[in-house]
């Protein structure tokens, strides 16, 4: 999967968790919550909605790491290639 057709799922799954949020309007590199109403409760659901779509354990350490839609993207975009890295030795 490509780095774009992870960030339209992940918007996808944004969007589900806060219908609100305009992806016009969303800073890609700022993070979510400083730019919409974006509560713990949220936050939790979309990082449970992307660890179910993309099929991975995302652990509460990395939560830091999907602050953003650009940094939730690199973190999947790295997880997937470890994972492939992995699978292919």
Known sequence: MSADEIR???LEKLLQ???DIDPVQLD?????RDQYDFDS???MHFAIAIGR???IDIPEQDYT?????DSTVD???RNSSARTNAIGK
Not at 28 to 32: C, S
């Open 8 to 10: 339209s799922v992940v």
């Open 17 to 19: 968790v806060a219908p």
């Open 28 to 32: 890609a590199q700022m993070p979510i």
């Open 41 to 43: 409760m949220d936050f």
């Open 53 to 55: 779509e993309f099929q």
């Open 65 to 69: 790491k999907l602050q953003s839609l």
């Open 75 to 77: 973190y999947l975009v």
